[in-house]
């Protein structure tokens, strides 16, 4: 079949760049009937019936409690301790791992979609080791379930999240941007002293008239009821490269390889200035009266295999030279860029032109993952939005559909915790599943997008998530995203959860961003006062 073509992605070594892979535009709508727990369907070999492959665009808290639910847990505790005590973090951690990796098939079949039970968001284990708890009200989901599900994902998946620091902002330039808009960029030292990492962002204030919706309130001058919602997103190759603005800095240090961006030695380039600027429609979220900003992911974690040493976890008192010293639970480049996306929001709320309760966090693939590890464990983040962001993101990675863990902890081990890769093959043996990250976000709003060519990062699963994790946004008594049945494409749908499923191939779009900005006017209305 012609239309799968992140069926058998490039390795780590071989990526091409986001923008490489502007997919083709497909197939018909779909509609599915589905059940939120659980398939029936009898399992059988995992086969494929696809695909050519291309080259995909590659570009590219508190104490909490880790048990696992009770059902769980002697399933889990010898392989979890082995992992956390012994696994060799260097083994998975070569960039050219995925050339020694066994040669993986993968299931486009939903006829071939496993028989699988999600762990239950609200039955919890008792610690004295009673029976199981049910969670019947919003305060036992934020004092019990909540802290216990996201130790899982801390210590099963993403590794655990990164303490605050203090940020401090240099080389603050104010000036104007395109159309209007006024452009406030800043080098934000994220720790202690005048050595500390740092990342570059730009942000984007509308202007006064807010282009062609002069109805709206002009932007805030301080006044606390016109403070701008605010939509914050990570980009893959620098802000130069989403933005044709001559003003916007380029980053020095490691960026990736291109056809979209020139970029052929990971050198940041002025002639990449732009090429992806159609990611980041800021004029779009200006006229619907947003203010938007974003700052280059490599600037705390450069995206590759060995991109751990270069990371700013040394600065922050991980160890990263010596493999022995690595525990499983050991935060990856997820939760190293959920981090970046905190401390920008540190320094974005102490603006005067920014509602502090209304920035939205926005992430796309890799970075959509982020997107909902960072709302995961920032609870400041009033929004979470997640567009395709698949395996380790938004779909069920007990569907063994599209991308698998095994693939994904391959060919990106630098991402996750380290004993994410012991579930390879064994996905039904995680104590979560990813309507437990989507979960974390409740009773805030959650946007859910997929793509109709983008089977790798398995649409279906991302919908399935979504309404599996509903019930969360029940107890607070709203609606999550109110059906079941997967909507038409191109139509978005949603209560307190929105979705939508867009025509089209793996990308991020004005599309895309217009139905994100439409969903949080509905539910995250200006208040007076604010
Ligand atoms: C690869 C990877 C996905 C990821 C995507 C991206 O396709 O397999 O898991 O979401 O890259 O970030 O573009």
């Known amino acids: 079949m012609e239309c799968e073509e992140r069926a058998n992605p490039p390795s780590t070594a071989e990526m091409v760049p986001h923008g490489a892979d502007r997919r083709r535009r497909p197939s018909p709508s779909i509609r599915v009937p589905i059940r939120a727990t659980s398939t029936s369907l009898r399992p059988r ?40 005590l012994f696994l060799p973090l260097a083994a998975t951690m070569t960039p050219d791992a995925s050339a020694q990796a066994p040669k993986e098939e993968f299931n ?194 450069p995206d590759h295999a060995d991109g751990r040493k270069a990371s700013v976890l040394p600065s922050l008192g991980y160890v990263v030279h010596d493999a022995r ?14 981090w970046q996306l905190s401390r920008i929001l540190d320094w974005l709320v102490t603006l005067p032109e ?39 993101g938004a779909a069920l990675e007990r569907r063994n559909y599209g991308e698998t863990v095994r693939r994904i902890t391959t060919s990106f081990p630098h991402w996750f915790a380290p004993t994410f890769a012991t579930y390879a093959g064994r996905e039904t043996e995680l104590p979560v599943d990813q309507h437990v990250v989507l979960a974390m976000t409740a009773p805030r709003p959650l946007y859910v997008s997929s793509a109709v060519e983008d089977r790798w990062a398995d649409p279906r699963g991302e919908f399935l998530a979504a309404v599996a994790a509903g019930p969360v946004w029940g107890l607070f008594g709203r609606e999550g995203l109110g059906t079941d049945t997967f909507p038409a494409v191109d139509t978005p749908i949603g209560g307190t959860i929105g979705y939508h499923i867009r025509s089209g191939p793996h990308d991020i779009t004005a599309v895309d961003w217009g139905h994100f900005a439409d969903f949080a006017t509905r539910v995250l209305p200006a208040r007076e006062g604010r």
């Open 325 to 338: 010293m690595v525990r499983g639970d050991e935060p990856g480049a997820i939760s190293t860029w959920a």
């Open 354 to 392: 920014i509602d502090p309760t209304r920035v939205i966090v926005v992430g796309h693939s890799r970075l959509g993952k982020t997107a909902l590890w960072a709302g995961a464990g920032d609870e400041r983040f009033a929004m979470v939005v997640s567009n395709e962001s698949g395996c380790g």
């Open 108 to 301: 486009y079949d939903e006829a071939l979609v496993r028989e699988y039970t999600l762990p239950d968001l609200l039955m919890i284990p008792a610690g004295d080791g009673s029976d199981s708890e049910a969670i019947t009200s919003p305060e036992a989901w934020l004092t019990v379930a909540r802290p216990r599900w996201l130790g899982l994902l801390e210590s099963t998946e993403y590794g655990r999240l990164l303490p605050a620091v203090p940020v401090t902002a240099e080389h603050v330039e104010r000036g104007p941007g395109p159309d209007g808009a006024t452009r406030i960029q800043a080098r934000l030292r994220l720790g202690h002293g005048p050595d500390a990492p740092a990342t570059e962002v730009i942000l984007y204030l509308p202007s006064p008239s807010r282009g062609d919706k002069p109805e709206l309130p002009s932007p805030s001058r301080g006044d606390a009821s016109e403070r701008l919602p605010t939509f914050l997103h990570l980009n893959f190759s620098g802000n130069h490269a989403e933005s044709t603005d001559p003003a916007v800095r380029i980053p020095s240090g490691w960026v990736p390889n291109g056809k979209d961006t020139g970029v052929d030695d990971n050198r940041a380039k002025a002639s990449s200035r732009g090429t992806l600027a159609s990611r980041w429609p800021v004029k779009l979220l200006h006229d619907r009266g947003y203010a938007t900003a974003t700052a280059y992911c490599g600037d705390v974690f």
């Open 45 to 84: 070999p995992i086969g494929y019936d696809l695909p050519v492959p291309h080259r995909a665009r590659e570009t590219g808290a508190g104490s909490l409690s880790t048990a696992a639910p009770r059902s769980l847990t002697m399933r889990l505790r010898a392989p979890l301790i082995a992992t956390i």
